[in-house]
């Protein structure tokens, strides 16, 4: 684990890259890293995260600046700028169930190929998609997520980089933290080692590559 | 007493102590408000939190602490939070004793549609899919009709949210059930008649002899 200034974290995403970002309409997102990947203008991103917020909060700020190029989300109702660049074909949004969202995510990061889940099944999310009997039973073949970059936010960081997640900003986040390829940190406190106790680590530092330091 | 607050009065008496309920925005959220007296559930969000609270005082909102809308609620004493795998585990995986959805459109075997209206609203299905899938009872709350038209439809033509059938509608009008896979008139709200209910109702219904008026 190494840890940098947002400035310089944010310059390791190249244009294009993909994204896993944490957050529930904006609760538990990293707003230091996506206010640098505006200030930087990364371009032709692809965002995956539950949803795009609000305009103005959130993963909406990276949409409002036309920095996004495919969403993949389970719901973008909150943001009419999602919606309008959608509707005018500048954005690719695939638009996938929550809880097939998340267990795709953490079939990427746990080494699965994918899973199987009824949801969806005889509906429109079902197109293209194999369906497999199992004990009588239908379920969808969903493939696993995975991205370059992991951007998490924690309550919690120690020094050695072990993560702790507050009430209902944990939501994607200890999921996202598996499988992105780069996983960069945001914490809102960073505190000794030790201050987090073993039974109460929720992230393993040996999964954070970047913490963002303070300041 | 108004049309939501008709259909969220007689849904909380479906509500049985002890059981982890998940509710969806709109009228299915007023439910809440109406829990009859001695009754207590667990509400969940299902960005990650069992015992789901009111609104905070003014003030004392946690900005960490939101419901599926992203609005500051409370946690009651013995909630607990969790990640988005959990919490969709709880759901898909029939822990979720019930749970309220809006709908658009429910037809006659009690299939539902209450995600997108394809070329008008793209909102993304969001947590619907895997709760009408996975909540073990499947309960709509809606507006017996929009712009003229009956909601309670022979066959729906919006897609569907899954192929599991819900188990109850409750309307302004009245409290429809699907056994046997057939919507079934089972009780009218106070001063609707069953000829009425039928009159306003495009799909199908099966009407028993004797049907019963809600005890609001």
Redesign the interface.
């Known amino acids: 684990m190494k840890v940098l200034s947002v400035a310089e974290t944010v310059a390791l995403i190249p244009d294009g890259a993909s994204l896993m970002i944490g957050g ?5 997102t990293p707003e230091r890293v996506v206010d640098e990947l505006v200030r930087q203008g990364k371009r032709d991103l692809t965002v995956i995260a ?2 795009t ?2 305009p103005g909060v959130g993963i909406g700020k990276l949409v409002g600046a036309g920095l996004v190029k495919k969403v993949i ?6 943001n009419r700028e999602t ?1 309008a660049q ?1 509707i005018a074909g500048e954005m690719q949004v695939e ?1 996938v ?4 969202l ?2 795709r995510i ?1 079939a990427g990061g746990f080494g699965l190929g994918g899973i199987l ?9 079902a197109e293209g998609k194999r369906t497999i009997d199992v004990a009588g039973r239908d379920y969808l073949l969903e493939v696993a997520l995975k991205a370059d970059f992991a951007l998490v936010q924690a ?1 919690l960081a120690d020094t050695t980089g072990n993560l702790s ?11 996202i933290a598996m499988a992105g390829g780069t996983v960069i940190v945001e914490a809102e406190h960073i505190v000794p080692t030790g201050v987090i106790a073993p039974d109460n680590v ?1 992230t393993p530092a040996t999964l954070v590559d970047y913490l963002i330091a303070n300041g | 007493m108004d049309a939501q607050t008709i259909i969220a009065k007689r849904i909380a008496q479906e509500l049985k102590t002890g059981m982890l309920v998940n509710l969806g925005i709109g009228i299915p959220t007023l439910v809440a408000n109406h829990l009859p007296p001695g009754v207590n559930v667990y509400f969940q ?5 069992i015992g789901t609270g009111p609104v905070p005082e003014p003030g004392m909102a ?5 419901d ?3 609005k500051a609620v409370t ?1 009651l004493p013995g909630a607990c ?5 959990m ?2 585990g709880l ?2 995986g029939g822990h979720v004793a019930m749970t309220v959805l809006g709908g658009l459109q429910v037809d006659q075997q009690g299939l539902l549609a209450n995600w997108t209206i394809p070329g008008k ?10 709760l009408v ?2 909540a073990k009872r499947v309960v709509v709350a809606m507006q017996h009709s929009a712009k003229g038209k009956s909601k309670v439809v022979k066959k729906c033509n919006l ?6 059938p819900v188990d109850l509608v409750v309307t302004e009008l009245a409290v429809i059930a699907f056994p046997g896979g057939r919507a079934t008139l089972m009780e009218t709200a106070p001063g609707v008649t069953v000829q009425q209910v039928i009159d306003a109702t495009e799909a199908d219904l099966v009407v028993p002899k004797q049907v019963s008026e809600m005890a609001l």
């Open positions: 529930f309409m904006g609760v538990g539950n949803d917020a609000f989300a389970s719901h973008i109702g909150t919606q959608m638009l169930p929550q809880g097939t998340i267990e953490r889940t009824p949801t969806g099944v005889g509906t429109v999310v309550f997640y507050a009430l209902t900003a944990r939501n994607f986040n200890p999921v929720m | 969000s299902e960005n990650g939190l946690q900005t960490r602490l939101t599926a809308g992203g946690a939070t969790f990640d988005s795998a919490s969709f759901i898909r609203m793209v909102p993304g299905m969001g947590g619907a899919m895997d899938t996975g897609p569907l949210t899954s192929v599991r």
